[in-house]
């Protein structure tokens, strides 16, 4: 069983920043694709950046400019650096690794992150 870890998350204010972590128990980066996703209380789990094996990512709208995706395959690790963080960025974040290939869709447990005002 693959375990993701996610790691990071805390509270800061509006205007800072955070570096997310997700690394994954077992070596499967190269050959699968990622991301990051959000959940805010009372609201349903939304894609804030998704990353392919080929290297093409993709950003929600309301994190372009803020936020970047990094891997790192070798240590099987996934990063998130948060800039410039609103409230509304406030939510457990959750990474995921999957290939829809070869049939594994895994998820980390989340790391909360929390902006104030």
């Known amino acids: 069983q693959v375990q993701l870890v996610e790691s990071g998350g805390g509270l800061v204010q509006a205007g800072g920043s955070l570096r997310l972590s997700c690394a994954a128990s077992v070596n499967i980066f190269s050959v699968s694709d990622m991301g990051w996703y959000r959940q805010a209380p009372g609201k349903q789990r939304e894609l804030v950046a998704t990353?392919?094996?080929?290297?093409?990512?993709n950003y929600a709208g309301s994190v372009k400019g803020r936020f970047t995706f990094s891997r790192d395959n070798a240590k099987n690790t996934m990063y998130l650096q948060m800039n410039s963080l609103k409230p509304e960025d406030t939510a457990v974040y959750y990474c995921?690794?999957?290939?829809?290939?070869?049939?594994?869709?895994?998820w980390g447990r989340g790391t909360q992150v929390t902006v104030s005002s």
């Open positions: 995921n690794v999957r290939n829809t290939d070869w049939g594994y869709d895994y």
């Open positions: 990353n392919t094996r080929g290297g093409s990512t």
